[in-house]
């Protein structure tokens, strides 16, 4: 079991950011500490350490879908809420998408699908966000 | 760890499949194989391999509710959308709905409540889908 | 692999409630009774063995935040529904917030961020509620 933290600075108040490749990252560096044989398998627990953003698998081809999917979650921005704070909406929708996505790993590469891309969910930047990653072989 | 991979043929545009028999068939196919001890403890994960369904779990008792819960996510097929496939409503219900579900297994058996199914959730079907088990005992 | 049953009575009809204190309890059973090492590394899985409530992660701090999500959630309650038991919003709103959270832990504790909060939602309450937890070292 290996315990990393990524980190992410987002720029918009609402987006979606691909980190599939920063999660790739890490894997190829365990691949070369690691004594295991090279077709090790496992997975990945992508964990978010915030509750205004989440972790959501979605298209990773068309920017358009990033954006489709901040936009239809906005039909939360509407209801009366009572946190001061002003940012109710990132909260209900943090919960929605969910903290953390879990992904099957074969020969140290992720198995997603073919059009599948791991997101980072902005519901309240801009900030610099922790990512967990767990991986487990 | 054991990884499979099971495909199913989904027949509507969206549905509610309920799949807890395939993987009970093949965690059977695991346990007749392995040389474990019978009270074999650990979880699976199953991950759905698309951007336009889903993974959940919901009651197995009475079909109409896989109909509402189709029904209640409707509510975002009328945002305006960017994506000219035309199927954004499916990659916000995807997310939403989430890819995967992990479920404890005891003595090699999903270890879910007397009411839960694990449902594969077709928002853009028909289509033949793909899902991964990742096994851990 | 450990696998725990905890059981809470939750009081309202729709609530959520911070069951953090109760994990960090199991966990901190499990660190007296181990032979490993204190510095154990892992996670665990909260799964809830019902339809009609969910687990999630938000804020501990203010309760509003509570409240505002279980009022963001009520937009579900005004669809058409066919369930005769008339309790198919809860179905809804338990697929869409989730039936587990997976959560890393690092030297006996939970890995969660400042404000983070591991959250049962009660959907169609009170009921007397089960829940799983699967530690994994």
Redesign the interface.
């Given at each position: 079991?290996e315990?990393k933290e990524i980190f992410i600075q987002t720029s918009k108040k609402q987006e979606l950011i691909d980190i599939t490749s920063l999660i790739q990252e890490e894997l190829e560096k365990l691949k070369n500490t690691s004594k295991k044989n090279v077709t090790s398998?496992?997975?990945v627990?992508v964990?978010?350490?915030?509750?205004t953003a989440g972790i959501?698998?979605?298209?990773n081809a068309?920017p358009?879908?990033k954006?489709?999917?901040i936009?239809?979650?906005k039909?939360?921005d509407k209801?009366?809420?009572?946190?001061?704070?002003g940012n109710?909406?990132a909260?209900?929708k943090?919960?929605?998408?969910?903290?953390?996505?879990?992904?099957?790993i074969?020969n140290f590469k992720l198995?997603?699908?073919?059009?599948?891309g791991v997101?980072f969910a902005e519901f309240d930047g801009p900030r610099k966000r922790?990512i967990?990653l767990?991986f487990?072989?």
């Open positions: 079991m315990i398998n496992g997975f627990n964990f978010v350490a915030h509750t959501t698998i979605n298209e068309d358009d879908v954006e489709d999917i936009n239809a979650l039909i939360f209801c009366q809420f009572k946190h001061l704070e109710s909406p909260h209900v943090a919960s929605l998408i969910g903290s953390s996505v879990l992904i099957p074969e198995k997603l699908g073919q059009w599948q997101m922790k967990i767990n487990y072989f």
